[in-house]
């Protein structure tokens, strides 16, 4: 199903080589112009480059700056100090919160463990398991909410 594809170029034939060979002519009589220009007048041209560059300096930092109405529509990305320690301190807490929760559930997990290791079940031990049962739905899906 798969054949290799034999293919007879050259392997010294490229596009540059063939686009050299085609408008070779063209490139020499610009690269003449070019070192003509630039013997020619090397200050003037050092000098535009220099123009240009301070051009573009002043358009990029005082020209084109944003104003006030293009800053308002600009994400705020800058937040007070006070903002920036109380979305950590959040965050902190609901993990310290989760934390906590994964901890007490590991222990009543031991408890129902030990709970159905007894070889005859009390009533106490039945409305224990109930509990655990309800509390382990509730920490299972985050959604519901909690009596």
């Given at each position: 199903m798969l054949q290799k594809i034999n293919s007879n170029k050259e392997p010294d034939v490229t596009v540059t080589s063939e686009i050299r060979k085609e408008f070779g002519a063209y490139f020499d009589?610009?690269?003449e112009k070019?070192?003509?220009?630039?013997k020619s007048y090397p200050k003037q041209i050092f000098i535009g480059m220099l123009i240009s560059i301070a051009i573009s300096l002043i358009i990029c930092f005082v020209v084109m700056t944003p104003d006030v109405r293009q800053k308002d529509k600009m994400?705020?990305?800058e937040l007070s100090g006070k903002e920036v320690a109380g979305n950590v301190i959040n965050g902190l807490s609901d993990t310290y919160k989760k934390g906590s929760t994964v901890v007490?559930?590991?222990e009543l997990?031991?408890?129902v463990e030990e709970v159905l290791k007894k070889p005859v079940l009390t009533h106490e031990?039945?409305?224990f398991l109930e509990k655990a049962i309800i509390l382990?739905?509730?920490n299972q899906s985050p959604n519901k909410t909690k009596p």
């Open positions: 009589k610009a690269e070019r070192n003509v220009l630039l994400p705020h990305y007490d559930l590991i997990r031991t408890q031990d039945s409305l382990f739905e509730q």
